[in-house]
């Protein structure tokens, strides 16, 4: 197996994990009264994890381009499919 694919499911793991973290932290944010220090606060991390995530996506579509053609999925290479 290429280390593109290993690669791409490491990262795929991290942005299932990413998105779950942030939208817990938007939940957070939704039961804070508007425009309060926390809700500012939950709102620059919102802000900073989304950016994250963006940053993961590129990464994961330069490794999708990397790899090569296969029957594999990322669930297959990460050891999660059935």
Known sequence: MSEPKREL????DKMVEALTDLKE???QKRKEPISTPRFHELADEVTAKSKA???LAKVQDQLGEAAETGDETIDDVSG???
């Open 53 to 55: 995530i963006f940053d």
């Open 80 to 82: 999660h499919g059935a």
């Open 9 to 12: 499911a490491k990262r795929s």
């Open 25 to 27: 932290t938007e939940a």
